[in-house]
């Protein structure tokens, strides 16, 4: 199976010097080659920032091949988004990754460590038994939501995009759960493990900034109700597709 794996990543606000420094290289990639299965061919798509110091360096790139050399990199400029906006982020990694013909991808940040093997083959054998049509993927700290999420191309051909580019950066979690929760097409991995390693957020939420605990609560109200809204209308939309 061709599965793409759509990544956004930035070293801003890290004092990194060196790519084996990062995220991505150290903790994601090294995690990532030692649990998946080989037998499938990845690509990832890197989303970055222009002239960031450690992503937008030649060297830096080959070094990142060099240590993955089945697998293939794409790298690509974020320009014209704004920072902060995974959402738009990853729908542009999962369309390039749909032009190339991929049949599962992975939804992730670029700070996870994977604690368990053969789950890339358990995720896909938990898709195929549905059509293709779900949400899997190894849990968090939490197996009600997942936050690092497997879907097939089947996705795509429902919703047209990976997250509505409404929500910003938080709900997004909550959009693609709460649509396959509501379809019965939720399956988390409960015997795989992804952990979070990166600290502290490299983007504002929501890409809000708020003087006091009352306006972050009232942000946070306010985006619920608009995930709320949104699931709703595309409940509507896939409705006849599935």
Not at 58 to 64: A, G, L, M, S, T
Not at 95 to 113: P, T, V
Not at 213 to 220: A, G, P
Request: some cysteine.
């Amino acid at each position: 199976m061709k599965i793409g794996c759509i990544i956004p990543s930035t070293s801003k606000g890290r004092e990194w010097e060196s790519i084996e420094e990062s995220y991505l290289y150290g903790t994601t990639l090294k995690s990532f080659v030692e649990t998946c299965n080989n037998e499938h061919a990845y690509t990832f798509y890197i989303g970055i920032d222009k002239n960031d110091p450690i992503y937008d360096n030649d060297q830096n790139k080959e070094i990142i091949q060099s240590f993955c050399p089945d697998m293939k990199f794409e790298f690509v400029y974020m320009d014209g988004i704004q920072p902060g906006h995974l959402t738009l982020m990853w729908n542009r990694l999962f369309e390039l990754a749909y032009r190339d013909n991929c049949d599962y991808f992975f939804q992730c940040g670029d700070d996870i460590d994977f604690k368990t093997k053969n789950w890339i083959n358990d995720c896909i054998a938990a898709l195929e038994k549905s059509d293709g049509v779900g949400l899997t993927g190894p849990i968090n700290n939490n197996s009600k939501i997942l936050t690092q999420t497997f879907v097939s191309v089947k996705h795509m051909e429902l919703f047209g995009y990976y997250f509505p580019e409404e929500i910003i950066n938080w709900f997004c979690d909550d959009w693609i759960n709460d649509i396959y929760k509501d379809i019965e097409r939720f399956y988390p991995m409960h015997n795989h493990i992804c952990i979070n390693m990166g600290g502290n957020p490299r983007y504002n939420i929501n890409n809000d900034i708020f003087t006091n605990q009352k306006e972050f609560e009232e942000s946070i109200r306010k985006m619920s109700k608009l995930n709320d809204a949104i699931v709703k209308r595309d409940l509507k939309r896939i409705k006849c597709k599935i």
